[in-house]
Structures are given as structure tokens and as C-alpha cells.
């Protein structure tokens, strides 16, 4: 998919999401200003800039790469997993669940294994 591509749809999603924008916590307005001031125009760009993002901002990424099935976002799904935000781990593991796969699978089930933490258990 063509940077073009990517930047038209992440355009589309938040012109969805934005004309449905609830009080659930996740403010899709403000995300996408912030995508557009770090000049996020592909799902590399949100990858790469991730750690750049507020907290809201993040919460919006991590739906993107569920909504979007973006492999290569699991080492920063798995990781926000441990995050002490009240919402990332939550929705970290249900974009983790949208991607599904063996590898998602097999790395959950090691999670389960090494971590005795119940909050980890949870959202896993």
C-alpha cells in the first residue's frame, strides 16, 4: 500500500470516527491534529512515531492497528499490555485479538506463562 493509500485512509477513518465521536474517553478530534502536527501520513509514520504521542493519541493508534490488522504494530501492542494508563493495556489487547493469528496466539499464551500479574491476565 502507497503512502497515498495509507494517508487516505487514515483521512477516512478519522472522518468516521469523528462524526460518531462518543464520550468513551478517546478523543478523535484532538488525535487527529496530533497526527497531522507530527505529520503522520502512513500506518510507518504512526509505527515509527509512537512513542512521540500523548496518551490519548496512543489509545487512538493502537485501534487504528486493530481496526487496520497492522502486523507490525504487535511489539507495541504486546508492550502496551504493561502500561499503567487506565486504558492502553484494555486496548492494546482487544486490537491484539482483532489481528489474531498463531503469532499473536503463541506470544499470549507465553505472556500467560511468565506473568502472574492478574492485570496482565486480564487484558491478555
Known sequence: MSSLDERELLNRYFEKKISRQTGAGIN???AERVF???????????????????PLSQRVAVLI???????DSLPILFQGLFSKDTSLPGLCGHSLGLIGG?????????LLSKHSEIRIHYHV
Open 28 to 30: 478523535f478530534s484532538k
Open 36 to 54: 497531522g502536527d507530527l505529520k503522520i501520513e502512513s500506518i510507518s509514520d504512526l509505527i515509527e512515531q509512537f512513542d512521540q504521542l500523548d
Open 65 to 71: 492497528f486493530g481496526e487496520f490488522e497492522v502486523l
Open 102 to 110: 498463531d503469532k499473536v496466539l503463541k506470544k499470549l499464551l507465553q
